[in-house]
């Protein structure tokens, strides 16, 4: 699981309802990896709470470059993170 936000700290009454913070930022750069072929891969902004007043603000996760880049030089990754993650160019 890949996430720009997944923060437990502050538990709230309601188990798993926790503040994810505000502008948290994860940057991947991957080429070349091979990956393990089709799983449950999460690709997310923020993990954890439901409640858009918990979601924060501005979280990103972000991988350098294009999706078409990123197939092409990683290997057996399923599902790959979608076009809206794609940041920029080569990684």
Same mark, same amino acid.
Request: glycine residues 14%.
């Given at each position: 699981?890949?996430?720009?936000?997944?923060s437990?700290?502050?538990?709230? +009454? @309601?188990? %798993?309802?926790?503040?994810?913070?505000? &502008?948290?930022?994860?940057?991947?750069?991957?080429? $070349?990896?091979?990956?393990? %072929?089709?799983?449950?891969?999460v690709? +997310? &902004?923020?993990? %954890?709470? @439901? $409640?858009? @007043?918990?979601?924060?603000? %501005?979280? $990103?996760?972000?991988?350098?470059g $294009?999706?078409e880049?990123?197939? &092409?030089?990683?290997?057996?990754?399923d599902?790959?993170?979608? +076009?809206g993650?794609?940041?920029?160019?080569?990684?």
């Amino acid at each position: 699981m890949l996430s720009g936000a997944l923060s437990e700290a502050e538990p709230r +009454a @309601t188990p %798993g309802e926790f503040p994810a913070g505000d &502008r948290n930022v994860l940057h991947a750069a991957i080429s $070349r990896v091979q990956g393990s %072929g089709s799983r449950r891969n999460v690709y +997310a &902004r923020v993990v %954890g709470p @439901t $409640r858009p @007043t918990e979601q924060g603000a %501005g979280n $990103r996760l972000e991988f350098s470059g $294009r999706g078409e880049e990123f197939e &092409r030089s990683n290997r057996e990754i399923d599902p790959e993170p979608a +076009a809206g993650f794609f940041v920029g160019g080569p990684p």
